[in-house]
């Protein structure tokens, strides 16, 4: 009844907000396009039709606003009015009580809460759709922040994720560009994130990872975690102060230099991306604030650790190589890496794609960051991609929404910023690492402890390679055939003793009944 329930209630907004002739405009098939027009008979939809799927999305909770989020930065998969909206969805979610908050942290831990601090704030300072933070004082005097889960979110998402698995599966069966855009796996996708979100530990995880990645940096500052004090549904973190990035003119009165700060947002995201391949992917303005104390003056602080993004060393190298590429305006090279990685079919004719991407990117060269739109760029080559049947790989998902979430910040901080010539020798000095002797020595050194194992058996390993294939040959024939003749007494064996086991039972059961044991 409860699932019930909820589908009656989306339907109710589906149809209030007419994303049912959102969602099904795009299908091609006759009986679609004429089930659309019925069920939009009589009715009025004045609103633009992307403002009416976000406020139906804002409507259906926080579960579908965040999937709104993960959504905008697919423009791949939605027109640009659908994007753009989705991109203003906010986590502006209600606190629950301060009552509520004190039971919860002291069910996690098993303590009144007053044996635990010395002060616990009421008031929440910050509200999101899974989880709400207070801050509070250890009984030793340190300042820290406790956040806490919001109760009951694991049913409801649940839920909603069994109902965006099936639509998943309409998608990719109905529409044209279904099996292109794998909605499925992006579902899937999301569910990681949110499951990840809901267990707070791994959260602290990835920020006490985070925090010795960016220790030597001197960029950006990560709260320390407590460990005695973090459960799967309450953490606490060090108080961190700050002044949150948006506020340019506060910053700019504390004395903060506004274009070595932006240079810096772009150094932090290169180095946690291709150095480490391990970014913090939910940079918008909300978590991300700047020191102004005199010891860490003008640095990042990061906040929210929840989602965060992974890149193998295969992807890294890909993208580096792609980026360097674009830098340098070798759009053949663009184009052979997307046929050498498999994003495209291999008959595809590389001078068709090269000339198609360089059509997108020409334009934006030698434009400060306030002339160029890094969404307008990726649409555009998402609409080049569809023409090429180029397949959007999900685990870049995060990737694209942070690129997204690093040049709103530069824009705000400083709008004369040039994002490429910023990145640039970055981005040379990491492949220059990566192919030059720095990057061999580095490999020996993670290769030795594998070479140290060979080393003793390699004498034997030469020695069998110089044998004579027909004995070689002879010998593995032997071993194979009493490897079989093994193998065959086995089952025997497991044969007989069962039939063994079986006929006992049985015998057992005629003994019982005739009475004779």
Known sequence: MR???????????????GLDELALS?????????????MTVGR?????????????LERLGPIFVKFGQVLSTRRDLLPTDFADELAKLQDRVPPFPAAQARQLVERAFGRPIDALFASFEAEPVASASIAQVHFATLKDGREVAVKVLRPGMLEVIDDDLTLMRTLARWVERLSADGK?????????EFDNYLHDELDLVREAANAAHLRRNMAGLNLVMVPEMYWELCTSSVIVMERMNGVPISQRERLSDAGVDIPKLARDGVTIFFTQVFRDGFFHADMHPGNIQVSIAPATFGRYIALDFGIVGTLTEFDKEYLAQNFIAFFRRDYKRVAELHVESGWVPPTTRVDELEGAIRAVCEPHFDRPLKDISLGQVLLRLFQTSRRFNVEIQPQLVLLQKTLLNVEGLGRQLDPNLDLWNTAKPFLERWMNDQIGWRGLIERLKNEAPRYVQLLPELPRLVHQSLQPRGVSEQRALEDLLLEQRRTNR?????????????????????????QIW
Not at 26 to 38: A, D, K, N
Not at 492 to 502: A, D, M, P, T
């Open 26 to 38: 795009s299908f091609r098939q006759r009986w679609v396009r004429l089930l659309v027009r019925l």
């Open 180 to 188: 292109r855009l794998k909605p499925r796996e992006v579902v899937a």
């Open 490 to 514: 086995l089952l025997q064996g497991i044969v007989y003793g069962g039939l063994g086991v079986v006929l006992g039972i049985v015998v057992t059961q005629l003994l019982l009944r005739w």
């Open 44 to 56: 009025r939809l004045d609103a633009p039709r992307g403002e009416r799927l976000r406020l139906g």
């Open 3 to 17: 699932h019930l329930a909820r589908l009656v209630f989306i339907v109710f907004v589906v149809l209030r907000y």
